[in-house]
């Protein structure tokens, strides 16, 4: 089984809980388990595994693990939200509970105030340690914290988004907009689902050199369930100049969609109103959806900058600008944390070789 066929299989076990490995051996088991463990999907992935009763009992301890990391991620998050309540200041975690079991390589959190010591003494409050920031965090304006347990660390976005920090309209939205979520017992607030989309279209492929399975998988069940509103969406996305991304972004999650099963993922009108599509071709290599970032990146870039001159957002056009230089110290930031978080859990348990 080469790359793709172990992507493909693994997402659709996960989206139909179908194409169980069956009978095909260990090598299976363990190539699908170390995929699902590279791309915040393991959790998921046992729980499937164990409503069939076919979880390897010698899988436990690296599923037990990840268990862990997950509850003391979820309790991180109560205490930031907690915290926020109790000094008054209103946020919103844009990456935290939409993979939920599992989570991922850090916990975003937006807060309006561009203050560093309001974030400061969230962080403070929660427990957390401040981590020395990059050229990269400091245009975002972003500010990481780390705690001292199993969670992974805290990202604090101070009323910008983006690769630079290019994007401070579309933030009052989101605070707007926010929705109330209980997930593992913690009251915290999150995007709407509409505005969820159109943060993954921001996020996703701008400044990146691919995209995680679990963004794909929950993009895609979630169009399947039809929970988008799709005139929202569009009109959003081109409000934040990004609706290129967007259209990039669900132009490769039909191409993987295709390749699952072989038909599109969006109806015709909603891939008319997204834009043209035809953004290359992806690849699954690596454990990852990989597409020609080159290409693609300098006509994102193009097209955002001319949107922002168009309208006068000099301050934008500027810092996107600098979308390339931050997309490098970013990528080796997200490499270093991957390396941190999921050494223990991509080896599969068992013989000794």
Excluded at 2 to 12: F, G, K, N
Excluded at 68 to 77: D, I, K
Excluded at 312 to 317: D, L
Aim: overall charge positive; hydrophobic content about 40%.
């Amino acid at each position: 089984m080469d790359q793709e066929d172990r992507a493909i299989r693994l997402l659709r076990l996960l989206l139909d809980r179908t194409c169980l490995p069956g009978s095909d051996g260990e090598d299976v088991w363990r190539d699908l388990h170390a995929l699902a463990a590279r791309n915040g999907l393991l959790l998921r992935f046992a729980a499937q595994l164990q409503r069939e009763n076919a979880l390897p009992a010698h899988a436990l301890p690296t599923v037990h693990t990840e268990q862990r990391r997950a509850e003391a991620t979820f309790r991180l998050v109560g205490r930031v939200a907690e915290a926020c309540v109790k000094h008054g200041v209103d946020g919103v975690f844009i990456s935290a509970v939409q993979h939920h079991p599992d989570v991922g390589l850090d916990i975003d959190l937006l807060i309006l105030d561009r203050s560093p010591a309001a974030g400061a003494v969230i962080a403070s409050s929660a427990g957390l340690q401040p981590v020395g920031r990059g050229v990269g965090a400091r245009l975002a304006v972003t500010a990481t914290y780390e705690s001292p347990d199993d969670a992974v660390p805290l990202d604090i976005h101070h009323g910008r988004l983006g690769a630079a920090g290019e994007h401070s309209g579309f933030p009052v939205t989101l605070l707007a907009r926010r929705q109330r979520a209980v997930v593992e017992g913690q009251a915290l607030f999150v995007p709407s689902d509409d505005d969820q989309l159109v943060l993954q279209g921001m996020l996703r492929v701008y400044g990146r050199r691919s995209i995680r399975l679990a963004d794909a998988f929950h993009t895609i069940a979630a169009v399947r369930r039809c929970q988008y509103d799709w005139s929202y969406v569009v009109e959003q996305a081109r409000e934040t100049g990004t609706l290129p991304g967007l259209d990039c972004y669900l132009d490769y999650l039909e191409q993987l969609h295709r390749k699952i099963y072989g038909v599109r993922l969006l109806d015709a009108t909603t891939r008319a109103a997204l834009g043209r599509g035809g953004w290359g071709r992806i690849e699954l290599t690596g454990g990852v959806m990989r597409f020609p970032v080159g290409r693609v990146s300098a006509h994102l870039y193009l097209r955002q900058f001319g949107t922002q001159v168009r309208r006068g957002e000099w301050s934008a056009a500027g810092r996107s600008c600098l979308i390339p230089v931050v997309g490098a110290t970013s990528s080796a930031r997200r490499i270093a944390r991957r390396l941190g978080t999921a050494a223990g859990r991509e080896t599969w348990p068992g013989r000794a070789e």
